[in-house]
């Protein structure tokens, strides 16, 4: 009854002094305080001026510090000079004296307390036992901890506030390396004192930004994977938060993080070995929580995960991650979309053509056209790459033209252009020849009206305009548009230099064609110049200097392997790019195997071929290659053959249809119909190869019921074509 009393007497007393030092500032004087080390020293504090000046409004008080000392009170039945000071410095925090506060916080010897801390809580995590009379140092109460603890954080806030944010990160960083010393095994038997958990969740999620912004990125990056690693007994927002907010930095940094070094690593457990790795990993985490229910859904976490996934080249586990998704969190649009982008960044085109024809299927009301139009354009570009999809793609632009007719210039200009280039590609697959010419036609005029209303030049419309009138003969056109392309992109893109070389060559200007791939040598990354070289060694050939071709082959080839020796171990590539660099080196074996072949080096030619084979046995261009040797040793029977074997892998490659007409003619004469439907079959594939039409008239010319009329319209059309042949194939 005697201790309730004093309780309450004192309760009284601690309320009076606090209301005085709240108000003016007064010094807690050392007898009362009767266990305190020694008096609320607030001489400085008071003498500062942070107090309330005479004349203004009273601030109200916040009675949660009064409670925080009735806690303490109770405990431990005093409250000592740190403790004070905390309640004084709360206070000064919550009415907006950022300075004030700090100026209290500075006052408490946080040195001198951490090992009370630490003692107190490593005794309180401890199982109970009988403490002999010698273990006598006091411990701690859980408030006076959490009082202490949350001046060390707001100190770190007000330092934050004043633009010192190292020393901000430092005094955060006390916090946790005190808990993680005193208790190694994890922060788990306090969770029921919400108040101390509360401070080391912020605290958790403080330290990664206070070192964020103090440019420390490593530091940050440490504070983050502490934040993960030792069991703080986080909630699950707070928690997620800490993991979203890693995933980004990682992301967006800039900075190289190094491994993480994890002690208690399983041989069989998975370890990022990069930033992206870890980002997905982190990102796959919310996202599977996000599927069980244990965290709200946030589009974020969805939005970074696809980018992460598709900078490195996994499109297709992120279309697994949204096959799982349960319907209600991605609307049926946005994931029949997102697939769709998925499977066709994969190569899986007929796949992702499906699910937009699914989508499309499902859209009844013609007045939700409008909001379709990304994925009928991309439905359209999907048929413009094949043959026997092209009429379904032309439709899907008329009814875009149509429902967007003078509404978008913008999405009307994007239709025009995949209109265009969708015409041109049914033009080159047209039996009829006045059908192909009038959709050629056509191809031009709609990729005319797309250009002009391009706000801005567009590098796309630009290539497809230049390559449209080269492969129309346009030359001069052609040239222009080229030209406009390569200024336009600062000489930053391959294909604009190349196709511009291309053009010079068909107008017979080798040696400026030459110089413009030298130009483009010099203004590209030493990557890219592996078609730059190619057609630099093609233009070499047509000059006559094979010599100089050999050494550019060679180049080439070295730089193709330096580059396999430099990736080939750590660099994830996609299977498009991957097989593009696999078919850029095969090509350049079997372009060096016939510069041999024609200067009868057999050898040489042969080791090339070998070359070739072992990246690809099955090749259709290795077996003409092969059977061009065998043509030029004079053993025909072989190498008709060999270019039969070539038409078995690709029955439509053009330079063995020709060869095996070639090599019929000259066997039998009765072989001569055979050889026609063959040339034939090329031609129709490509029109404009010269090669086709000389061999075409020297059929009519040696067939009996051919007219020599037909064989020189044949050689007319092969003369007209060759003297606007280019090295290579404009497309």
Known sequence: MKIKE???????????????????????????????????ATRDFSASGYSSRPGEADPKVDNSNIEEAESSLRESGFLNYEEARALLGRL????????????????????????????????????????????????????????????????????????RFKEAAESCRIILETIESALPDGFLDFSSYFKLQEIVNKSVELLPELWKLASDPQASILSYRRALLYHWNLDHNTRMNIEKEFAIFLLYSGCDASPPNLKSQMESSYAPKNNLEEAILLLLILLRKTVLGIIEWDPSIYYHLSFALSFSC?????????????????????????????????????????????????????????????????????????????????????????????????????????????????????????????????????LESAHKMMKHEDANVLYNLSLEYAENRKLDIALYYAKQLVKIEAGASVKGWILLARILSAQRQYSDAENIIDAALDETGKWDHGELLRTKAKLQIAQGDLKSAIETYTRLLAVLQVQNKSFGLHKKLSKKGNDKERGLEMETWHDLANVYTSLSQ???????????????????????????LHQARGQREEALTLFEKALDVDPNHVPSLISTAIVLRELNDRS????????????????????????????????????????????????????????????
């Open 6 to 40: 004093w309780t309450d007497r004192y309760r009284v007393k601690l309320r009076k002094m606090m209301m005085k030092c709240f108000y003016s500032g007064e010094q807690l004087e050392r007898k009362e305080m009767n266990a305190s080390s020694e008096s609320l």
């Open 92 to 163: 000064e925090y919550q009415k907006g004296n950022i300075e004030a506060a700090l100026h209290v916080f500075e006052g408490i010897d946080i040195p001198a307390i951490i090992p009370k801390i630490k003692n107190s809580l490593s005794r309180r995590s401890e199982p109970p036992r009988r403490h002999s009379q010698s273990d006598t140092s006091p411990q701690m109460s859980v408030h006076a901890i959490s009082l202490l603890f949350e001046a060390i954080f707001l100190k770190s806030k007000s330092l934050q506030a004043l633009g």
């Open 314 to 446: 996994d499109l297709m586990s992120l279309a697994h991650q949204i096959e799982e998704f349960p319907p209600a969190i991605l609307e049926r649009k946005e994931r029949y979309n997102t697939l769709a982008l998925c499977y066709y960044g994969e190569g899986e085109e007929i796949v992702s053509l499906n699910l937009l024809r699914s989508l499309f299927n499902n859209n009844k009301e013609k007045e939700n056209r409008h909001s379709y139009a990304f994925e009928m354009l991309l439905a359209s570009k999907i048929c413009g790459a094949r043959s026997d999809l092209i009429e379904e793609g032309i439709a899907y632009l008329r009814k875009l033209l149509t429902t967007f007719e003078g509404n978008c210039d913008e999405m009307i200009s994007d239709a025009k252009f995949l209109l265009g280039v969708s015409l041109s590609t049914k033009s080159r697959t047209s039996s009829l020849d006045s059908e192909r010419i009038s959709t050629q036609m056509e191809a031009l005029t709609v």
């Open 602 to 628: 057999w050898r040489d030619a042969e080791v090339c071929l070998l070359k070739s084979k072992a990246i690809d046995p099955h090749s259709a261009s290795r077996w003409h290659a092969t059977g061009l």
């Open 672 to 731: 001569l119909p055979v050889a026609k439907s063959f040339i034939t079959d090329a031609l129709r594939l490509d029109r404009t190869n010269p090669r086709a039409w000389f061999n075409l008239g020297l059929v009519h010319k040696a067939g009996h019921g051919s007219s020599a009329l037909e064989a020189a319209e044949c050689f007319e059309a092969a003369i007209m074509l060759e003297e606007s042949e280019p090295v290579e194939p404009f497309r």
